[in-house]
C-alpha cells in the first residue's frame, strides 16, 4: 500500500490497481472511491460519470472495500456536514479525521478505538485541531500510525509527539509492517 498527500486533508492511498482518495481540491486527481469528510448540504450527489464519491454519513462497500462514514454533529450545521471515514481495505483499518477542529465524543473515540492508521489535522490552525488536541486523541486512540495533515508543517505535533520525523515523499507499507511495539507518526511532504 502507498500513501501520498496532496495538501490540506487530501490523501490518496494505492494498493495495486485500487486507489482512494480522501478530500481532493480539485478534478485532476483521480480514484476508485473518494471520500468527503465537508461537504455544503445542498450538494446531494456527485457528478455524473465521476469516480465512486462518498460524501454523507452511512455504511458502504466497494470493490472489497469497507466504508462507514460517521457524522461529527458537534461541527455540523444546517450548511455543513462533516464525516469522519472508518475505512477496511486489505485487512487493515484507517480512520479519516478530515478538518475536524475539536476532540471527537467519547462515542466517536470508541469507535475510532480498532484504527490502526490515523489520518488527522495536527497543524491546522483554526481549521483542524491544535498539537496538544491531536497528541491527547492519538494517545486515547494509539494507532499503530498516525499521518498528520498540516497547513505548514507538522513540527509542533512532531514535538508534542516526542518525535522527530523525517519527510517523506510517500509511504509504502504492508499490514505486518504495522506491528511494532512504538507508534510512528509520518510526515509526508505535500505532492
Not at 454533529?73 to 471515514?85: A, G, N, Q
Not at 469507535?111 to 497543524?123: G, H, R
Amino acid at each position: 500500500m502507498i500513501i501520498t498527500y496532496y495538501g490540506g486533508t487530501c490523501f490518496r492511498l494505492q494498493s495495486g490497481s485500487q486507489s482512494i482518495l480522501i478530500d481532493p481540491e480539485t478534478k485532476r486527481l483521480k480514484a476508485d472511491v473518494t471520500l468527503r469528510t465537508a461537504m455544503s448540504t445542498s450538494t446531494f450527489a456527485s457528478e455524473e460519470g465521476a469516480d465512486e464519491e462518498f460524501i454523507f454519513p452511512g455504511e458502504y462497500e466497494l470493490k472489497g472495500i469497507e466504508i462507514q462514514g460517521i457524522a461529527v454533529d458537534e461541527e455540523s450545521d444546517e450548511k455543513r456536514l462533516k464525516t469522519i471515514y472508518v475505512v477496511h481495505w486489505e485487512e487493515v483499518t484507517f480512520a479519516f479525521l478530515g478538518a475536524i477542529a475539536k476532540l471527537p465524543s467519547a462515542v466517536l473515540l470508541e469507535v475510532l478505538s480498532q484504527v490502526e492508521v490515523l489520518f488527522l489535522p495536527a497543524a491546522h490552525g483554526a481549521r483542524g485541531l491544535s498539537a496538544e488536541e491531536a497528541v491527547k486523541m492519538v494517545r486515547q486512540i494509539e494507532p499503530a500510525l498516525v499521518v498528520p495533515s498540516y497547513e505548514k508543517t507538522p513540527a509542533d505535533f512532531l514535538k508534542a509527539m516526542g518525535q522527530k520525523g523525517e519527510p517523506e515523499e510517500k509511504f509504502v507499507f504492508k499490514k505486518k509492517d504495522l506491528v511494532s511495539e512504538k507508534m510512528k507518526v509520518l510526515y509526508l511532504t505535500i505532492n
